[in-house]
């Protein structure tokens, strides 16, 4: 079975201009890159013939880091992300409690910024006028902190004479007593009395997400999640329901049960793989968690939240490398990213005997005398620029203008060597990748000498994302061999980036053919 894909702007991945009109796909795999008049002789009567009508065909876009299944179960639950007020925060939970699913008799759901809301921080009380004594719990914005009600206190047992765990806080009032907010590790008190969701919930919910994420250009995702999510795509799979690519990260506590089981970073086929090991060094920006050398500007005698000790850091990476496993750091501040990366430089000779590919997932703030090393140490930064939406007032307000211009140094970290990878952080920002191409242009117009090209743009969220799963060979660019995974858009980005604000995918496809077409 033979595609013609023609009359389209085709943009390789490799070069930065358009070569081409069209691509020939025969089977799953892309046959021949060239003008119409070159590949219509090689046509049959089966080919099937399809006019793009002067649309730009670039390389399938993959978002480099979601929690997907954290994603597409929000998109049946409870989400704050538009909410400016903790008033109508509440009003989203008192209109939709009656429909909502429940997981394990829980209401969850994420997305609240109390950054931006005129009551700040809100608590237990604020839910429980909405939620009764049905236990809940909701994500923040940047997942580092929950919102629970009375109900899902006692649910955990958390009272006043709850210690606050090493790498976390309970927010308590004058008196002691728990506010309803927990931060970081304190977190886990929460989340081991809720039970995960049922095989067929997280089926389900993964199913959605798919349409979802296909319907916006994406031909893969990387997750961060646990065993339910990797059980999940793994049943969708052997059913050959998969229609998009998954590289899942398994979370440090679970490292033992995954050397027991005999995998290892890299295992899989070509739907389905296993990435890295992910763990928490810090926390975030927007819960002011991350861990900073420097104090914070608004907060003089508080450098953040590190989430683990360095000791058991230096440990865990030792184990997994030495077990054939790849890292996935999340380090935001320039405290613990300094941490990372001289870990991962004393883990060097093994990384390389086993190839592997480690990763520090945000690398928001770095000191200038570590940018350098990614590159040299074949280290690739995962970033999300779509984070500048929100960030980057918080960056002004918590970091100070100054040092916030080491923020976010995307091109600084280019030019350095390193290979970026771009994503979202799905669910705690949209996964639509535009918005992440947006601003890894544009940055908001604040320290544009980090801006990208287009063209970087574009690799980071193709090629770049194949490399760091190891798979540059087979896809990530438009070229012979490789699998037919593209997306189509509305207008040429690449000469007018300024069209991203009003740009549509007219389709994505997936070995050849569509998985999402307008």
Not at 22 to 40: C, F, M, T
Not at 285 to 303: H, K
Request: net charge negative; with cysteine; glycine share 10%.
């Amino acid at each position: 079975m033979k595609n013609f894909f023609y009359n389209a702007r085709v943009y390789n991945g490799k070069d930065t201009e358009q070569l081409y009109d069209s691509v020939l796909v025969r089977g799953k795999k892309i046959e021949a890159v060239d003008y119409k008049e070159n590949l219509e002789p090689h046509l049959d009567r089966e080919t099937q013939k399809i006019d793009l009508d002067g649309a730009t065909l670039t390389p399938g876009l993959t978002d480099g880091h979601t929690h997907f299944l954290m994603h597409c179960l929000q998109l049946l639950s409870f989400r704050f992300g538009h909410c400016k007020s903790l008033k109508e925060a509440q009003e989203v939970v008192s209109s939709g409690i009656k429909e909502k699913p429940r997981i394990g008799g829980w209401l969850l759901g994420g997305g609240w910024d109390h950054n931006f809301w005129p009551e700040g921080l809100p608590g237990r009380k604020d839910l429980d006028e909405v939620t009764g004594n049905v236990p809940a719990a909701f994500f923040s914005k940047d997942h580092h902190s929950l919102w629970v009600n009375t109900a899902g206190l006692e649910a955990a047992g958390i009272t006043a004479d709850t210690p606050t765990p090493a790498g976390g806080e309970i927010v308590r009032d004058k008196e002691g007593w728990p506010t309803g907010i927990l931060m970081e590790n304190a977190n886990d008190l929460i989340l081991e009395k809720v039970p995960p969701p049922t095989l067929e919930v997280a089926i389900h919910a993964l199913q959605k997400g798919m349409e979802d994420a296909t319907g916006k250009g994406l031909t893969g995702v990387h997750s961060f999640e646990g065993f339910r999510t990797l059980q999940g795509l793994q049943q969708l799979n052997r059913m050959e329901k998969l229609k998009m690519r998954f590289l899942v990260g398994i979370p440090s506590p679970q490292l033992d049960a995954a050397v027991g089981l005999g995998i290892s970073t890299g295992i899989g086929d070509e739907f389905l793989r296993i990435g890295p090991i992910k763990l928490f060094l810090d926390g975030a920006l927007g819960s002011q968690t991350a861990a900073l050398i420097d104090p914070y500007s608004s907060r003089p005698d508080y450098r953040g939240i590190p989430t683990m000790e360095e000791e058991e850091f230096q440990e865990l990476a030792e184990k997994a490398i030495g077990n054939g496993f790849a890292l996935a750091v999340h380090a935001i501040g320039d405290r613990v990213n300094k941490l990372a990366i001289e870990v991962l430089e004393k883990n060097l000779e093994k990384t390389r005997f086993f190839g592997l590919r480690h990763r520090i997932e945000h690398s928001q703030l770095l000191r200038p005398e570590d940018l350098a090393k990614f590159g040299t140490l074949n280290i690739m930064p995962s970033m999300q620029p779509v984070h500048l939406k929100s960030d980057q007032e918080l960056i002004d307000k918590h970091w100070g203008e100054e040092r916030g211009k080491r923020a976010f140094a995307c091109r600084s970290l280019i030019d350095g060597g390193a290979e970026l990878v771009l994503g979202s952080d799905a669910p705690v920002e949209t996964i639509d990748p535009v918005e992440g191409m947006y601003y890894a242009i544009y940055r908001r117009g604040k320290n544009m000498e980090q801006a990208l090209t287009p063209a970087q743009t574009l690799r980071a969220y193709t090629f770049a994302p194949a490399f760091a799963s190891g798979e540059e060979k087979i896809k990530g660019t438009i070229e012979p061999g490789k699998l037919a995974d593209m997306t189509v858009f509305s207008t040429d980005f690449m000469q007018n980036p300024e069209s991203l604000k009003k740009i549509e995918v007219l389709g994505t496809i997936v070995n050849g053919e569509f998985v999402f077409k307008k």
